[in-house]
């Protein structure tokens, strides 16, 4: 048999192996991928800046651009909410996190789950840098920024950390209630936090779209892999 023959083969024979689920999470993840590429070559090319400038001044007093819609307390409360995805937050949850796991003997999953958000945090690093977008300049911002606009880090990092926590987290959990509790919980913060930002003025949306498909295909991704090989059996 000729070597791509059996190299088809073999690809087909691990694809037939995988449960309805498993091709499923598949293709999210492709289509994660590549509504992600898509979206940066768009940002790039400045194909979305009228949009995103829409977005921004919608959010936003006509009259008086350094004032958002809403009551007061709706931006006191985007203030807090957006530091639910900041970095001395995610620390602390993923150490956490990480102990929890450790304490309930799944070893494995928590240095897999420690190296997955380490591993995310580092790749919103490198997108950032490769793509090294301006913050958005057309509304006074409501919080102080200092670093590059996309993909989203808060968007990117919330998604990484709170959807891979949820998912290995809920992997030692024996009751699906449970399970389903602490994946909506982590889609939800991940929401929030992503729209926090847009309400504040420091991204454009387009920034927090590429933030989320490239945190939820990372956690994805991790999650697939936990799936597959490593055991929810405490040690």
Known sequence: MAFHQRVTRRVVERVMTFEPIGLMMIAFLAGGLFVFF?????????????FDEKILLALR???DLATPLGPYWLNHAMGDITALGGVTV?????VMGTAFL?????????????LSIAGGWLLSSLLK????????????????VSDLSFPSGHAMLSAVTYLT???LLSRAQPYRSTRIFLISAAIFLTFIIGFSR???GVHYPTDVLGGWCAGATWALTCWMIARRYISAVPE
């Open 38 to 50: 898509r979206l940066t070559d768009e940002v790039l090319e400045g194909e979305t800046r009228a």
């Open 61 to 63: 007093n006509a009259t």
């Open 90 to 94: 995610l620390t602390l949850m993923t």
């Open 102 to 114: 450790l304490l309930s003997r799944q070893k494995a999953i928590a240095l897999f789950m420690f």
């Open 129 to 144: 840098l490769g793509v090294a977008r301006p913050r958005p300049d057309i509304v006074p911002h409501l919080v102080e």
């Open 165 to 167: 926590l949820g998912a």
């Open 198 to 200: 847009v309400y504040l």
